[in-house]
């Protein structure tokens, strides 16, 4: 089993939908999520970091973490065709508060 | 802010030879940086975990002797690939932990592509 796993995609949907992006990890102890955005080619860009229960909000983006069930989610509202890109899901593990562990990103496409 | 730069974007060389990359945190001082390495329609991997004035702390599977990390400074940490082979031949990543407002957010350089022929 993976450590934190992603559907690798494509997402497709239509612009001005809402875009759902989700993500499983093992490590029940995880305390610290994180979504980064990836264009082709370019680094990671971080959008948004979670690190209780229940959802954040931030402009278009909810990160939702559902520790219970090992779960976290991004949900993009309004999806433009700019926010085409692979999202990658990160945790850092619980018995190391420095590294990353990342899946291997949702491709979502947005068509207008 | 939370600006993190690369140099060089981009390095083609020869094999056997050894290459330089930079990693500069430009608007905060860094007390963590990162380095990775991502294979085409891969995620990233991390390689090693650099503290400032200390050795770099090495994932399985990567040679140290092979890349050196040197973390000079709380802003500049550099990656020297040696006797590079066209298998090293990847995009590397940089990233640094701000340590602040909230710990073990980590920003990300524009990324070397490394292309050894």
């Known amino acids: ?112 | 802010g939370a600006v993190v730069s690369q140099h060089p974007s981009w390095v083609i060389c020869k094999s056997g030879t050894s290459v330089k990359i930079e990693c500069r945190s430009l608007d905060f001082q860094a007390t963590t940086m990162f380095w990775y390495r991502q294979f085409p329609k891969q995620s990233l991997m991390l390689m090693a975990t650099s503290n400032e004035g200390s050795k770099a702390t090495y994932e399985q599977g990567v040679e140290k002797d092979k890349f050196l990390i040197n973390h000079a400074s709380l802003t500049l940490s550099t990656l020297t690939v040696t006797s590079a082979h066209p298998e090293d031949s990847s995009f590397y990543i940089c990233s640094a932990e701000t340590g602040l407002p909230i710990s073990y957010e980590q920003y990300f350089g524009p990324g070397t592509r490394l292309t050894v022929t």
Do not use: H
């Open chain 1, 1 to 112: 089993q993976k450590e934190v796993e992603q559907n690798s995609g494509p997402l497709s949907v239509p612009e001005g939908a809402i875009a759902s992006l989700n993500c499983t990890y093992s490590d029940r102890g995880s305390q610290s999520f994180f979504w980064y955005r990836q264009y082709s080619g370019k680094s990671p860009e971080l959008i948004m970091f979670i690190y209780s229960n229940g959802d954040k909000e931030d402009g278009r983006f909810t990160a939702q973490l559902n520790k219970a069930s090992q779960y976290v989610s991004l949900l993009i509202r309004d999806s433009q065709p700019s926010d085409s890109a692979t999202y990658l899901c990160a945790v850092i593990r619980s018995y190391n508060t420095d590294k990353l562990i990342f899946g291997t990103g949702t491709r979502l496409q947005v068509f207008p």
